[in-house]
């Protein structure tokens, strides 16, 4: 499993990385992004399963990046789930009604993020 982390704080990309070895193990690859633009050319270098995503972030935020991913068939089967600061109705409604698959709201425990994790990739 290849799970890719796009955010611009290394801080999260670090906490999140720490997380998923601890739970899941060294099977899994994860790879960084510190945007969206930096997501996309991991996405064309690398067969990408989950994808955790910040919304706010410079170059290309999550919002445009889900708009290009799930425009593309070829990306559409990856799962995204946004680790973000927005978290208010209307936001989670319109990142769900875009394709995202998860929603985490920062800052997040690691059972969150293990339970939202396991819930996404079980499908």
């Excluded at 990142?95 to 939202?116: A, R, S």
């Amino acid at each position: 499993m290849t799970i890719l982390l796009v955010d611009d704080s290394r801080v999260i990309r670090m906490m999140l990385k720490e997380m998923l070895v601890r739970n899941l193990g060294s099977k899994t690859t994860i790879l960084e992004a510190e945007n969206g633009r930096v997501a996309l050319n991991q996405l064309k270098q690398n067969p990408i399963d989950v994808i955790f995503l910040d919304w706010n972030m410079p170059i290309m935020g999550g919002e445009e990046f889900i708009d290009i991913v799930r425009a593309s068939p070829h990306y559409r089967k990856i799962r995204i789930i946004m680790a973000t600061t927005e978290g208010g109705k209307e936001d989670v409604v319109k990142m769900i009604k875009k394709g995202v698959n998860g929603y985490l709201l920062k800052p997040f425990k690691e059972t969150e993020v293990l339970k939202t994790f396991l819930k996404v990739t079980a499908r």
